[in-house]
C-alpha cells in the first residue's frame, strides 16, 4: 500500500531499546532509513523506551506540527498500550501535546501484511522444502502482563493456515507460556521445521535465549555483532531438520507495514 506524501508532517518510529544488546536498535534505523530515502516525511525519528533518544524527548527533537507515531512493536500490551502513551502523553487516537497533533497509530506487527512477511522470510530461509512435509512455528516472548503479547502471533498462525500456503502445521510457541519453544521437536509432526522468532531485532531473545531453547546452541552466546553468525541452516537436531531464521523485524520491508498503519489511520481516524 502506498501512502500520500506528507511533507508538512513528521512521522515517529517508537521502539523498546536495550542497554543489554547492541543489536536490539538497528533495525529500527534501519526502517527509519528505509522510509526517508522516500521523501515521503519532513522528518522521520526514532525514539526508544531503554535507549536514547528517549520518548520523552524526543518531541523537542521535531520541528513538525503533525506528527505520526507508529509503534514499532510486534504486538499490542503493555508497551503500546500503557508506557508510550503514558511517556508521550498520548489520551487517544489524536491528542495535542505542547502545541503538536499526534496521531497514534496501531503496532506494526498486528497488520495483515505482515502474513506476507512471515512466508517469505520462511522461504528464504528453506527455498527447496515441499510445505507438505514443513511445520511452520512462530515464536515469541510470551508473558503475563498482558494478554495481548500472543494475539498478533496467533492470529499470524490462524491467517497462514487459512492462506493455503500448504504446511503440515503452523503453530505458535513462546519462551515463557505455553505451548513452550523448547519443545518443538515435540509439537511439530512433520521431519521439517522452519521457526520464524517474532521479535523486531536480533537481540537477546532470538538471537541469544532461544537458540540455547532449541539446542542449536549449549550455552547464551554474545551478541549477534560480535560473533560468527550461528545460523548454518539446516540444523539436523531431536531428529528433525530445523531451519531457524533472523527476527520477522530485520526485514527491510516491515518500513512498508509501518507506511501501511499510517494509511489505515488515515482512513479509520481522520
Request: with cysteine.
Amino acid at each position: 500500500m502506498s501512502i500520500m506524501p506528507k511533507p508538512h508532517s513528521a512521522l515517529l518510529i517508537v521502539g523498546h531499546g536495550s542497554t543489554e544488546n547492541p543489536d536490539s536498535s538497528t533495525p529500527y534505523f534501519d526502517h527509519a532509513d528505509e522510509i526517508r530515502s522516500r521523501n515521503l516525511f519532513a522528518e522521520v525519528h526514532c525514539c526508544f523506551w531503554k535507549e536514547e533518544p528517549s520518548m520523552r524527548e524526543v518531541l523537542y527533537m521535531i520541528d513538525s506540527d503533525e506528527v505520526y507515531v507508529v509503534p514499532d512493536f510486534i504486538s499490542e500490551g503493555y508497551f503500546t498500550q500503557d508506557v508510550i502513551p503514558r511517556e508521550l502523553e498520548l489520551s487517544g487516537s489524536t491528542t495535542k501535546v505542547r502545541g503538536k497533533t499526534l496521531h497514534y497509530c496501531l503496532p506494526v506487527g498486528v497488520h495483515a501484511s505482515m502474513t506476507g512477511l512471515i512466508l517469505r522470510r520462511a522461504k528464504e530461509a528453506a527455498p527447496d522444502l515441499n510445505p507438505a512435509d514443513t511445520t511452520l512455528i512462530i515464536t515469541g516472548h510470551g508473558t503475563g502482563l498482558n494478554q495481548n503479547s500472543t494475539k498478533a502471533i496467533r492470529d499470524q498462525v490462524d491467517l497462514i493456515a487459512a492462506s493455503g500456503a500448504g504446511f503440515a502445521a503452523v503453530l505458535d510457541a513462546y519462551m515463557e507460556e505455553q505451548p513452550f519453544i523448547a519443545e518443538w521437536d515435540k509439537m511439530s509432526p512433520s521431519p521439517n521445521v522452519i521457526i520464524v522468532p517474532f521479535f523486531i531485532s536480533d537481540g537477546l531473545h532470538s538471537f541469544q535465549d532461544i537458540p540455547v531453547l532449541l539446542g542449536i546452541e549449549a550455552e547464551v552466546g554474545p551478541a549477534a555483532s560480535q560473533r560468527e553468525v550461528f545460523r548454518h541452516n539446516p540444523h539436523h537436531l531431536r531428529g528433525k531438520t530445523l531451519y531457524y531464521t533472523s527476527a520477522i523485524g530485520t526485514e527491510r520491508l516491515l518500513a512498508d507495514v509501518i507506511l501501511d498503519q499510517i494509511s489505515d489511520f488515515d482512513q479509520n481516524y481522520k
